[in-house]
């Protein structure tokens, strides 16, 4: 059959890490197959991260001399995940090193590892972490027509600028992908925001999208995968599933994620799961009323609006996110820090911004004194004063008594090895934080090939899903670096495979 625009053997619905990754592995299995993005850029929120992939026993972490096997991995994600779908983590176990294998074979795909610990102190935790990244990539080593779609790391891109001559992390990530993508045959359809599916003898058979205020029809011979991110970015709908935090600080590019793939498939009989869920992070507030993903204190504590702490700073940004979450007094909330670092936050913001611009807006303060601080955040004084002084003493004596900060590895890892450092140099500095997110992490319900499931446990013929389009195979757990990418990567590549013997 010739193929035309409007039809392919593979339709892909995104193009974050999840999303290329499958459409190569289709295009390079010899499937015609085509790549539809909303925006004008290529790379979603992948684009935006660090390019972790949480991909257990591969030869990349052999070859680091790492002490990971798909064992310990199983241990691992049996002490954290709750009531799991065996089916998809044993299919996600088997797969990652397959993957990587298969990835490592194409020359544009290179991979390294580099120390990021895991979020939690349990059984078959491997010490300094097992992600895997890809290695960076200079701009004029792609492809003309590559370099022009990688979507600019979130600073920049915020600020309408290009990206960097040296592509790193998720940069590098989609970069690699999209090479590997566009020299096995692929097509890349920018403009192409898909809101329904098209049915035909009881299987999908094709995709619905808005294209320049017009709509367009594309058919898929083999089958549909919608790995387009959830829906963090649309008000209506977190309100409607519970998400904790706001469209407006989500870490998701500007309009993009509103979630049309996965409730058009719900339309279709699709079931989904975990909708009240995100992968939540702290997010230093900024002047357009956004958020920026936030992650690595070396510093100061994090209080409430009663002026107490309650968590460790240090924590994982999704555990932080959850404490944050916990109570209404506690969004927003503000980090306290002195002069340690000439008034620079102690900590790693994406993207921190102006602090005069923050000035400006209200939403940082300086002061000569802990209680004048309390009153330009609206705090009681002698509460912020006292949870000071009582941080202070635990930097004393080299323990956090009240949330253990400092005890785990995670702590230490972004802290140079000291995570207690007393807040006692003026001036004084408050900084104003929200819920952030990196996305949610609900979606239609996907079995162990990637297929998407009707209510009744039966499949959606030619319709597959992965990444955050998916209700996450973690539930509403975040268990190290690089899960979200890793698990959408390999079910991508699971829902290819059964494409590809359809």
């Known amino acids: 059959m010739q193929h035309t625009p ?11 890490g999840g999303a290329l990754a499958g ?21 979603g929120t992948s684009a935006y991260s660090g390019g972790a992939c ?17 064992d310990s991995a199983r241990t691992y994600l049996g002490s954290l995940l709750d009531a799991p779908d065996s089916g998809r983590v044993e299919a996600f176990l088997a797969e990652s ?33 097992r992600s895997i990244q890809p290695v960076d990539i200079r701009r004029d080593e792609l492809p003309a027509e590559v370099a022009e779609l990688v979507r600019p ?3 920049r891109d915020r600020a309408g600028r290009p990206g960097r001559s040296k592509l790193s992390g998720g940069q590098a990530l989609i970069a690699r992908l999209l090479t590997a993508f566009v020299r096995a045959g692929g097509t890349v359809l920018t403009g192409h925001n898909v809101v329904g599916f098209h049915q035909e003898r009881g299987r999908v058979a094709g995709v619905d999208a808005v294209v320049d205020g017009g709509s367009v029809r594309i058919a898929a011979e083999r089958g549909i995968l919608v790995a387009a991110g959830g829906f963090e970015g649309d008000a209506q ?50 002047p357009d009323g956004g958020g920026s993903f936030a992650l690595g204190f070396r510093g100061g504590i994090m209080v409430d609006a009663t002026g107490r702490r309650y968590a460790n700073e240090c924590l994982p940004y999704d555990r ?10 506690r969004i927003p909330s503000w980090f306290v820090f002195d002069s340690r670092e000439g008034g620079g936050l102690p900590a790693i913001a994406m993207p921190e911004g102006d602090p005069e611009e923050h000035v400006r807006a209200g939403i940082r303060f300086r002061a000569d004194t802990i209680a004048e601080l309390a009153a330009d955040i609206g705090v009681p004084a002698q509460a912020l004063t006292g949870t000071v002084e009582r941080f202070n003493e635990f930097a004393a004596a080299g323990a956090d008594a009240d949330f253990h900060r400092g005890e785990d590895e995670y702590d230490a890892f972004f802290a140079g090895g000291e995570p207690l450092v007393a807040i006692d140099q003026p001036p004084y500095y408050a900084a104003k934080f929200v819920l952030s997110d990196l996305g949610t992490k609900g979606g239609l319900v ?30 509403a757990v975040y268990p190290a670096p690089g899960v979200p990418l890793g698990t959408a990567m390999v079910f991508a590549s699971l829902a290819v495979a059964d494409m590809a013997e359809s």
Not at 6 to 16: E, H, L
Not at 26 to 40: N, P, Q
Not at 105 to 118: K, Q, R, S, V, Y
Not at 320 to 329: I, L, P
Request: with cysteine; aromatic share 8%; proline share 6%.
């Open 6 to 16: 409007d039809s392919f053997d593979v339709v892909v619905v995104g193009s974050g």
């Open 23 to 43: 459409a190569y592995l289709a295009a390079k299995a010899g499937l015609s197959t085509a790549v539809l993005e909303r925006t004008a850029r290529v790379g």
């Open 54 to 70: 949480w991909l257990p026993g591969s030869e990349v972490q052999q070859r680091a001399g790492l002490a990971d096997s798909t």
């Open 97 to 129: 090193p397959r993957l990587v294998k298969a990835f490592e074979a194409d020359p544009a795909l290179e991979f390294e590892w580099i120390p990021f610990p895991e979020y939690f102190d349990a059984p078959g935790r491997v010490g300094l972490g």
């Open 153 to 155: 790391p979130v600073e």
């Open 237 to 286: 709908l977190r309100d409607e599933h519970g998400v904790p935090g706001d469209a407006r600080w989500t870490m998701a590019p500007a309009g993009t994620n509103r979630g049309e793939p996965i409730f058009a498939a719900a339309r279709l009989g699709a079931a989904t799961d975990l909708l009240d869920q995100g992968w939540f992070c702290p997010g230093l507030a900024q």
């Open 320 to 329: 932080f996110g959850r404490a944050m979450a916990a109570a209404a007094e």
């Open 446 to 475: 996907t079995d162990s090939r990637g297929r998407v499931l009707r209510g009744d446990g039966s499949a959606i013929g030619g319709l597959y899903a992965a990444g955050n389009s998916s209700a996450s195979m973690t539930g």
